[in-house]
């Protein structure tokens, strides 16, 4: 491959790179104005998937401009036994991530919704008052803020409550 076509495969993918990476970014607002989200998760998981975007253009732009890849599959292989490593030390970060991404997509409970986690030990009734990255909080019924770690979130049952609190009467 000439160097021209080289150059001209590399403005292509990067021009695709764009077009893609606008896609992902409108489907992710229409679907986050549509799940009733805040735009800082829309704005997160806007980032994994950019993220992931650049990762495998780099990969296509090493390949137009000849880059061995058996030297390149050493390196990255290296990077992520590494990362394994750095990761099993730090799994519930990981875990959080992932349990907030597919609380995005999949959540079906969104902010101001009453609800019951259910854990055998210590429920938590309130309304939801922040879907964050690592947590979910919760104001429960006695005005308490609880945070609730996004993962755990996906592992318990959580119920939906129709009715307000049952506020107890005031003696007169």
């Known amino acids: ?14 021009l695709g790179h764009g077009i893609i990476r606008r896609i992902i970014r409108r489907s992710l607002l229409a679907l986050g104005r549509h799940k009733q989200v805040s735009e800082n998760r829309v704005l997160y998981v806007e980032h994994v998937f950019h993220f992931l ?4 253009t780099l990969l296509i732009l090493a390949g137009v401009w000849g880059l061995d890849f058996s030297r390149l599959v050493v390196l990255a292989s290296s990077f992520f ?7 099993v030390a730090q799994w519930s970060i990981l875990s959080n991530i992932t349990a907030s991404i597919t609380i995005f ?9 009453r609800i019951r986690i259910l854990d055998k030990d210590d429920s938590v009734t309130g309304v939801i008052t922040e879907i964050g990255l690592f947590y979910l909080r919760v104001r429960d ?31 007169e």
């Open 81 to 87: 036994a590494v990362l394994g490593v750095a990761m």
């Open 53 to 56: 975007l650049g990762s495998a």
């Open 1 to 14: 491959m000439t160097l021209w076509q080289s150059f001209g495969l590399t403005l292509l993918v990067l």
């Open 105 to 113: 997509f999949a959540f079906p409970y969104r902010i101001g919704d």
């Open 141 to 171: 019924d006695n005005g308490d803020l609880v945070t609730y770690p996004a993962n755990l979130i996906l592992q318990k049952p959580v119920r939906r409550l129709e009715s307000p609190p049952q506020v107890p009467s005031q003696p």
